[in-house]
């Protein structure tokens, strides 16, 4: 790929970590936007599938307090916040693959992790409104994966 291309594309990633909205439903529609931004980047340029792979499979926003967050698929890294790490370690060992996907690694528990360390601590996991996933590389509507379903009730 080129790298004034490669340069664009990652300059679209960060302006989609970065959104305004403070309700759940304009951030979805900021969220689902940004994605689509990016989908069309990709088409225009045509750019492979092997460059396309490299960004976040998954992109969520979350809101928690007056807090806001994006968040991608990657390992949850420490510090871990404590609720969070509970409601994990029911769904299995953090880093171990769990059903399809690894336990921690979703999109979701990237931004709940962030909204928890950033919040007050008497918020609960179940308090964290989601925005719907997507897929920045093709703007398409992930379903919720089993594991989080499980961690964030
Ligand atoms: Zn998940």
Known sequence: MRKDLRKDLRKLVRKA??????DIENLDKEVFLK?????????????SLEEAIKLPAVIIGGLLW???KI?????LKPPIAPK????????????????????GKCAEVDCANYLL???RSNYEV????????YRPRT??????????????I
């Open 71 to 75: 968040g991608i698929t990657r390992f």
């Open 84 to 103: 969070l790490e509970k409601a994990l370690n029911k769904v299995g060992v953090i880093g171990k693959k769990v059903g399809e996907n690894t336990v």
């Open 35 to 47: 994605c689509k931004t990016i989908a069309k980047h990709i088409k225009r340029n045509k750019i």
């Open 117 to 119: 360390l950033n919040c």
């Open 17 to 22: 970590i970065r959104v305004n909205s403070r």
């Open 139 to 152: 703007s398409e509507i992930i379903e919720t994966c089993e594991n989080c379903k499980k961690t964030f």
């Open 66 to 68: 007056n807090k806001r």
């Open 126 to 133: 179940s308090d964290i409104k989601f925005s719907t996933p």
